[in-house]
């Protein structure tokens, strides 16, 4: 079965960390770009960082640049999002997909119903 499957997601505290991780089962991850995108209540879904096939190019939106950092273990089938210095604002659904993008900028900026989507894990941040 072709799936990819978020987890980490949970309650933080302002200020904290969570590491969110975005498991590929019955296709190789290796060969797709990957992306980490949310969605708040009543908000558009956005993309937040983005890494290449191969991991040499990443992006990210600048309201998360310099607190989130995505990476990838092909050998584990698997990419990851570290968050933190975590905000308020950061509460949403995280949604993690692969697809063979022109770019990683584009794959995070052009959001669409394109390559292969999790069901999302949620992430809160509060007191």
């Known amino acids: 079965q072709v799936q990819l499957v978020e987890s980490g997601g949970g309650l933080a505290q302002p200020g904290g960390s969570l590491r969110l991780s975005c498991a590929a089962s019955?296709?190789?991850?290796?060969?797709?770009?990957v992306g980490w995108f949310r969605q708040a209540p009543g908000k558009e879904r956005e993309g937040i960082s983005c890494i290449s096939s191969g991991g040499r190019s990443s992006y990210y939106a600048d309201s998360v640049k310099g607190r989130f950092i995505i990476s990838r273990d092909d050998a584990k089938n698997t990419a990851y999002l570290q968050m933190n210095s975590l905000k308020p604002e950061d509460t949403a659904v995280y949604y993690c997909?692969?697809?063979?993008?022109?770019?990683?900028?584009?794959?995070?900026?052009?959001?669409?119903?394109?390559?292969?989507w999790g069901q999302g894990t949620q992430v809160t941040v509060s007191s």
């Open positions: 019955g296709f190789t991850l290796e060969h797709y770009a």
């Open positions: 997909s692969a697809d063979l993008p022109p770019s990683v900028q584009n794959m995070c900026e052009v959001v669409g119903p394109y390559g292969r």
